[in-house]
């Protein structure tokens, strides 16, 4: 058996979420909840990586946790790119988006080069190339 995971995020807004990630790789909903704004549900692909978004109108039994949280708790995104032309290309869109650069490109001990943004909701997004 093969599990696919897809993460579902707490966002406060879906259109403005899609439009922070489309500036950076390319991004299209796939399916949504309307399906037109604003949308309470929606299934993203971020540049081959599906997430889901959901914000405090999602009719969704498990929203009922999220009421009392704040966006952008205890998640890192964590994108693997397929070589430095793209980590490059991504990194300079943030600086022209001026995204909110939190970790700085370095290499690891364990052979990468990362950088680190928080996108529009407070979540943590790194970029890697192994």
């Known amino acids: 058996m093969t599990l696919k995971l897809t993460p579902e995020l707490f966002v406060t807004n879906i259109e403005e979420t899609i439009a922070f990630y489309e500036k950076l790789v390319p991004t299209k909903i796939i399916i949504s909840v309307p399906q037109a704004a604003p949308r309470a549900w929606a299934l993203a692909n971020i540049d ?65 080069t990362e950088f680190s943004i928080k996108d529009n909701n407070g979540y943590v997004v790194s970029f890697a190339k192994h």
Do not use: H, W
Request: aromatic fraction near 12%; charged fraction near 30%; include cysteine.
């Open 48 to 112: 081959g990586c599906d997430v889901m978004f959901f914000t405090k109108d999602c009719t969704s039994p498990e929203v009922k946790l999220f009421a009392k949280q704040r966006t952008g708790q205890n998640v890192i995104l964590y994108f693997d790119v397929p070589d430095k032309k793209t980590l490059d290309a991504i990194y300079a869109k943030a600086k022209k988006e001026n995204a909110q650069i939190i970790v700085d490109r370095y290499n690891t001990e364990y052979g990468s």
